[in-house]
């Protein structure tokens, strides 16, 4: 059975940090980019952060660089998304996804083949 779980959501005041957490089960590992994408209330899903399973390439989107890290231990098949200095505007229901091979498509919502459930993330002025 394929599964995506996130864990590390939480309630956190502007300007504190969480790390996520996205396990991975039942698939190849090495062939997937795992990414994470948020949806904020009335908004459209966004794609923040990727990392290739294969050579750790990464990505960010403008709205989180510089303050958000992603990271991945192969060994566990678990990715990590270090959240810090975080705002208001990060409010958000975060999912990871995989995506086959590298992080050009993560963000391209029928690409992806496999969706976590998702962690709310709240973060308070």
């Known amino acids: 059975e394929v599964q995506l779980v996130e864990s590390g959501g939480g309630l956190v005041q502007a300007g504190g940090s969480l790390r996520l957490s996205c396990a991975a089960s039942g698939f190849t590992f090495d062939d997937y980019a795992i990414g994470w994408l948020r949806q904020a209330p009335g908004k459209e899903r966004e794609g923040i952060s990727c990392?290739?399973?294969?050579?750790?390439?990464?990505y960010y989107a403008d709205s989180v660089k510089g303050r958000f890290t992603i990271s991945s231990d192969n060994a566990k098949n678990t990715v990590y998304l270090q959240m810090n200095s975080l705002k208001p505007e990060d409010t958000a229901v975060y999912h990871c996804?995989?995506?086959?091979?590298?992080?050009?498509?993560?963000?391209?919502?029928?690409?992806?083949?496999?969706w976590g459930q998702g962690t709310q993330v709240t973060v308070s002025s």
């Open positions: 990392i290739s399973s294969s050579d750790s390439s990464t």
């Open positions: 996804a995989a995506v086959p091979g590298d992080c050009s498509y993560y963000h391209t919502e029928i690409l992806i083949h496999y």
